[in-house]
């Protein structure tokens, strides 16, 4: 039995399980959100105007040769134009659409887009990406969008200004693992397979540095 406090959500085969949303997205989402509910979170509440005009104005040549003035003239424009978390997330979606390549001038709008967004709400950023239904996640716009090293490396670096302090996520297959589906006839199907719920609980609650070392570097 499934508690008010853990929820299971099947998304493209995988199941990810939650702990409330400060496990998944860190301490901060509260405050930037204004709630701590993952499912409260708007996938496509974007001011679609003030992205039209700032799309335009962002993608525009900045007529510099130089990259320090290039990034300075991008940033400029993203100040001016104040967008919040929502409208920054539907120009980094037109960026990079799916199945379209993604230019070495794109790729760094891209990268100045993402550094301008307050590192509090970089878990809301990545769990709105991750889950608004469509097959990229924040891994697939910044390791295969993204193809230049240092602009990768730059990400990196500010992503990990609000990296989780503990818990982890954890992703699991659904037919067979998390319940019998497929080829497993021990069970009804669809039923969930005795304890996997309280593993999947203890996984998720486990501090990353004990179960990948490597985190703690």
């Excluded at 039995?1 to 400060?22: C, E, F, P, Q, R």
């Excluded at 301008?116 to 891994?139: A, H, N």
Aim: net charge neutral; proline share 5%; hydrophobic share 35%.
């Amino acid at each position: 039995m499934l508690t008010n406090s853990l929820k299971i959500s099947i998304h493209k085969s995988l199941a990810v399980v939650v702990l409330g949303s400060a496990t998944l997205l860190g301490a901060d989402t509260k405050a930037a959100s204004g709630t701590n509910h993952c499912g409260d979170v708007g996938f496509s509440d974007y001011d679609s105007t003030n992205v039209d005009r700032f799309y335009r104005s962002y993608i525009a040549t900045t007529g510099q040769l130089i990259d320090s003035a290039r990034e300075r003239e991008l940033d400029a424009r993203l100040r001016a134009r104040r967008l919040k978390l929502q409208d920054k997330i539907e120009v980094l979606k037109r960026l990079s659409p799916p199945d379209d390549a993604t230019s070495p001038s794109k790729e760094i709008r891209m990268e100045r887009l993402i550094l301008s967004i307050d590192p509090k709400q970089l878990p809301l950023l990545k769990f709105t990406v991750d889950y608004d239904g469509d097959y990229k996640d924040m891994t697939e716009y910044v390791f295969h969008d993204i193809d230049n090293p240092p602009l990768q490396n730059s990400l990196i670096a500010h992503f990990a200004k609000n990296a989780a302090k503990q818990g982890i996520k954890v992703l699991s297959d659904v037919d067979d693992t998390l319940y019998a589906n497929l080829v497993d006839t021990r069970y009804p199907k669809k039923t969930l397979y005795p304890g996997v719920i309280t593993f999947y609980a203890a996984l998720a609650e486990e501090r990353a540095g004990v179960l990948c070392p490597e985190f703690q570097r």
